[in-house]
């Protein structure tokens, strides 16, 4: 089955860039998706890349996807307080529609003063 | 109002007793899911629901049980509550869109310490 890997602790200063990583082994990830959660609540999807395209730009964040090496990352432009929060790699395997989300351990983001 | 419900929010049981985790949804969705998240670990998939007739087990799925009382009500249950089932869980639901695109909503979660 599918094995995602993240590293579990980031610190940024604030107003720097956060780059967070995952690797995942299903080459037939279909979409990748990125969760955040925040303190104290459930997860939210935050933003989202399909298979075909290898970068996704929303506002502050940027996801790229290297399908090659099965490496996806989130960048976080100008890094706030607000952002601190344990973010989930997630990649769903295959169109199937028995095919299922699986989550990372989450990255938890602090940022220095 | 939330669109994915979970009650109790917070829950301390003794070991060996029975306990019961419910979810409710209003936002339509054929698909459930429920995880527990432990630190260091992620969230893994205990059991999910396709629509009211599917059942089906997920990673860890030992131990607990399930119930897909209706098209918006899913509940875990913890036939013999034991210490490592101490943890956060989480209800989630889904629904498919166009190309298999699938966006989980969770619930805000549900505290259980065993004792």
């Known amino acids: 089955g599918e094995d995602v890997e993240q590293s579990l602790f980031l610190s940024v200063r604030e107003g720097d860039s956060s780059v967070i990583n995952c690797t995942y082994t299903d080459s037939s990830s279909t979409y990748l998706y990125w969760y955040k959660q925040e303190p104290g609540a459930g997860l939210q999807l935050l933003t989202y890349i399909f298979s075909n395209m290898d970068m996704k730009q929303d506002q502050r964040l940027t996801v790229l996807l290297n399908k090659k090496d099965k490496h996806l990352s989130l960048r976080i432009a100008d890094t706030q307080t607000g952002d601190s929060a344990i973010y989930f790699c997630a990649p769903k395997g295959g169109y199937s529609s028995a095919s299922k989300i699986i989550f990372g351990s989450g990255t938890r983001l602090s940022i220095r003063p | 109002d939330a669109d994915v419900t979970q009650t109790p929010r917070n829950r301390i049981t003794k070991t060996g007793k029975r306990i019961m985790l419910e979810c409710s949804q209003t936002k339509g969705h054929d698909r459930m899911y429920w995880y527990r998240q432990d630190p260091g670990l992620g969230l893994r998939l205990i059991y999910y629901?396709?629509?009211?007739?599917?059942?089906n087990k997920g990673e860890i799925s030992d131990g607990y049980s399930v119930s897909r009382q209706a098209q918006a009500k899913f509940s875990l249950s913890l036939e013999s509550a034991i210490p490592n089932q101490t943890a956060l869980y989480f209800c989630?639901?889904?629904?498919?869109?166009?190309?298999?695109?699938?966006?989980?909503?969770f619930g805000p979660g549900t505290r259980l310490l065993v004792l």
């Open positions: 989630a639901t889904s629904d498919l869109g166009p190309e298999g695109r699938e966006t989980q909503y």
């Open positions: 629901s396709f629509d009211v007739k599917d059942i």
